[in-house]
T-cell receptor, first 110, second 113 residues
Framework: SQQGEEDPQALSIQEGENATMNCSYK?????LQWYRQNSGRGLVHLIL?????REKHSGRLRVTLDTSKKSSSLLITASRAADTASYFC??????????FGQGTRLTINP | EADIYQTPRYLVIGTGKKITLECSQT?????MYWYQQDPGMELHLIHY???????EKGDLSSESTVSRIRTEHFPLTLESARPSHTSQYLC????????????FGPGTRLTVL
């Protein structure tokens, strides 16, 4: 069953601009995580935000969580060509399993 | 760089063949997972294990089977491959000390002709 739905499905911006991706989910969660996937590769963990947190930063990444709206956003500031990838949100309800969204394909144009 | 490995990276086989996709991790993680992912789509959990001799089916029904005889090894087997099994298969693990984070292998891209 799909928990997270991501918006937009694809995003293309110029290098140096900020990129914002959104994720909505359906049930109560313990935490929400964001992962990055380069084409044809495995996923790499970017950041985790717990259900009792509202905002978190890591380098050029900023994640927000609104549990009342069951939504999260990932902001990448000052984007670089190397940020081109697919970004997935994943929610953890319990039982230590993650449920992934469909992902946002981000393209950074030089 | 995660210490989790998958072999083969690419596999093209004919219908009806038996195949085993290998996954190994050297981090001592107790929990391991197999996901199936079609190009550009979300990941679907097909199997997981919370430790040696523990295996469970995931959210997406799969004709594959898994085993967990050793902590570091979590192979996935298809007894009789079909074209509908064509997909990318991703293995992941998690455990101490970054207990919430899943580490992924590079994936096996399977094509069944």
């Amino acid at each position: 069953s799909q928990q997270g739905e991501e918006d937009p499905q694809a995003l293309s911006i110029q290098e140096g601009e900020n990129a914002t991706m959104n994720c909505s989910y359906k049930t109560s969660i313990n935490n929400l995580q964001w992962y990055r996937q380069n084409s044809g590769r495995g996923l790499v963990h970017l950041i985790l935000i717990r259900s009792n947190e509202r905002e978190k930063h890591s380098g050029r990444l900023r994640v927000t969580l609104d549990t009342s709206k069951k939504s999260s956003s990932l902001l990448i500031t000052a984007s670089r060509a190397a940020d081109t990838a697919s970004y997935f949100c994943a929610t953890e309800e319990g039982a230590q399993k993650l449920v992934f969204g469909q992902g946002t394909r981000l393209t950074i144009n030089p | 760089e995660a210490d989790i490995y998958q072999t083969p990276r690419y596999l093209v086989i004919g219908t009806g063949k038996k195949i085993t996709l290998e996954c190994s991790q050297t981090m001592g993680h107790d929990k391991m997972y197999w996901y199936q992912q079609d190009p550009g789509m979300e990941l679907h959990l097909i199997h997981y294990s919370y430790g040696v001799n523990s295996t469970e089916k995931g959210d997406l029904s799969s004709e594959s089977t898994v085993s967990r005889i050793r902590t570091e090894h979590f192979p996935l087997t298809l007894e009789s491959a079909r074209p509908s099994h064509t997909s990318q298969y991703l293995c992941a693990s998690r455990g101490i000390p970054s207990y919430n984070e899943q580490f992924f292998g590079p994936g096996t891209r399977l094509t069944v002709l």
